[in-house]
């Protein structure tokens, strides 16, 4: 019994997973701050960095991976990013070097746990050669005349 309930509990939880669209996490800037400056994800969700300062502009960069310096971004408005690949991000912002933060992307665990409903039924493709013995050939004792 438990064990179906479990999994009933299981496919609740993953409908309604899959249902919400893809989290969103937020960082503000302020006072020359990424806050969190440090989060971790899954792989495919998306990070907004909204500018909260009240004159200040910013921009957000990930000089590591070799991009260019994106476009600074001025008091509410905000940058956007989808991250596709687990992996560590470190980033600053271009015109400020001392304002750093991190984002570490990891794997979902529970996208892993994601399989279609077809997958039940396994194609039987057992390997499993049947020795083919040759038909003993029965010895029949003629009589000889
Ligand atoms: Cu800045």
């Known amino acids: 019994m438990k064990t179906i309930l479990s999994l009933i509990l299981c496919i609740i939880t993953t409908t309604v997973l899959a249902e919400t669209e893809t989290p969103q996490h937020d960082i503000d800037i302020i006072k020359f ?22 004159r200040q502009y910013h921009s957000v960069w990930f ?13 509410d408005e905000f940058y956007e990013r989808t991250f596709d690949a ?30 279609p409903d077809t997958s039940t039924e396994e194609s039987s493709t057992k390997d499993s050669p049947q020795k083919e013995e040759p038909p003993k050939k029965e010895e029949s004792i003629q009589p000889t005349p």
């Open 63 to 75: 000089e590591k991976t070799g991009e260019p310096e994106p476009d600074y971004f001025f008091p």
């Open 33 to 54: 701050k990424f806050e969190p400056a440090e989060i971790t994800i899954d792989v495919g969700e998306s990070i907004r960095w909204t500018n909260k300062e009240k």
């Open 86 to 115: 687990a992996g560590d991000f470190p980033y600053r912002c271009g015109p400020h070097p001392k304002m750093i933060g991190m984002v570490h992307v990891v794997q979902s665990t529970e996208d892993s746990k994601v399989e």
